[in-house]
T-cell receptor
Framework: AQSVTQLGSHVSVSEGALVLLRCNYS??????LFWYVQYPNQGLQLLLK??????LVKGINGFEAEFKKSETSFHLTKPSAHMSDAAEYFC??????????????FGKGTKLSVKP | DAGITQSPRHKVTETGTPVTLRCHQT?????MYWYRQDPGHGLRLIHY???????DKGEVSDGYSVSRSKTEDFLLTLESATSSQTSVYFC???????????????FGPGTRLTVL
């Protein structure tokens, strides 16, 4: 069964510093991978989606993620953090309907703090 | 933003009472989901629906039931609320890819439920 691991439940960076949020999926190659962002007291919002068309995926707000099959990773990066990036970020993998307990399998999330 | 609303947005109830949460969509998506979000657990799937009157259990379905009598509405009922069901509940909608995998899920704003 597919699984998703996000390394680090909390990440803190300074404003202007590189943001790197880590996500690893289980070994079977998923057709779709997602990053979502959740701001306080809001629902999840799609940041970007990997669909196998390109290994480097660009999303909203300057974020991008690179799919690396050899490392089973889909890490999220942003060159320069802004205060407004402070939020919780979720990595997710798509599964076939009925093939698992969750149709999108979510990681447990990484809370990003940005220091002035 | 996808047209998804949840009602109520906040609710406080007492142990043993039934509670119904409503999810309404205007996107005509076939698939609808109910998740709960708790600190340290991320998002966990409760139930999902793959069409009118077609529903299935998710990872944490005990104590919950669902109904979908119209494409646009998906109801979640806590038959007899317990304190362990205090949580934030999110509804999501999606379609499937041509290969049968779950495509992007779009989330509602959430319902914060407190069971005293």
């Amino acid at each position: 069964a597919q699984s998703v691991t996000q390394l680090g439940s909390h990440v803190s960076v300074s404003e202007g510093a590189l943001v790197l949020l880590r996500c690893n999926y289980s070994s079977s190659v998923p057709p779709y991978l997602f990053w979502y962002v959740q701001y306080p007291n809001q629902g999840l919002q799609l940041l970007l989606k990997y669909t196998s068309a390109a290994t480097l995926v660009k999303g909203i707000n300057g974020f991008e993620a690179e799919f690396k099959k050899s490392e089973t990773s889909f890490h999220l990066t942003k060159p320069s953090a802004h205060m407004s990036d402070a939020a919780e970020y979720f990595c997710a993998v798509s599964v076939k309907l009925g093939g698992s307990q969750g149709n999108l399998i979510f990681g447990k999330g990484t809370k990003l703090s940005v220091k002035p | 933003d996808a047209g998804i609303t949840q009602s109520p947005r906040h609710k406080v109830t007492e142990t043993g009472t039934p509670v119904t949460l409503r999810c309404h969509q205007t996107e005509n998506h076939r698939y609808m989901y109910w998740y709960r979000q708790d600190p340290g657990h991320g998002l966990r799937l409760i139930h999902y629906s793959y069409g009118v009157k077609d529903t299935d259990k998710g990872e944490v379905s005990d104590g919950y039931s669902v109904s979908r009598s119209k494409t646009e509405d998906f109801l979640l009922t806590l038959e007899s609320a317990t304190s362990s069901q205090t949580s934030v509940y999110f509804c999501a909608i999606s379609e499937l890819t041509s290969g049968g995998f779950t495509d992007t899920q779009y989330f509602g704003p959430g319902t914060r439920l407190t069971v005293l």
